[in-house]
């Protein structure tokens, strides 16, 4: 890959596939922010597609508060490719995806009537190279 060019990855869309949030009618504060995620990519040579699913929860359905998203990040190469749709898979696609997430959490927690839940963004980039270590 040329470090000086875009990767020459191009975003399809961007599809919200699955939002749950719930709330108790006693909220303790400050909201306990635990988060799990979980990433699935597949790729079709053929089509020189990406899709990457992300899951992401909040908490347990326990909780008092609690918020399951799923979105689908659909990308494909462009004639300029610079990078493979492995690498992008592993490196750029979630970071693509997952502000998505934030902000529909964000909003749900609003429209509860909770305080604004803020989730911290993540880099997707070193989670990569560690897992690589």
Known sequence: M????Q????????????SVFKRT?????PIPLNIKFNINNTINKEKKQLVTEMKVM???EKDSVYAYVVYVGIFSTADDENMSLEDFAEKIAPAHIYPYIREEIHICSIKAGLPP????PLNFLAKS???QN
């Open 25 to 29: 009618p006693n909220v303790s504060l």
């Open 129 to 131: 190279v560690k897992k």
């Open 2 to 5: 040329d470090k000086d060019k």
């Open 58 to 60: 909040l908490n347990s």
């Open 117 to 120: 839940i803020i989730i911290q």
């Open 7 to 18: 990767p020459g990855i191009k975003i399809d869309a961007i599809l919200l596939v699955e």
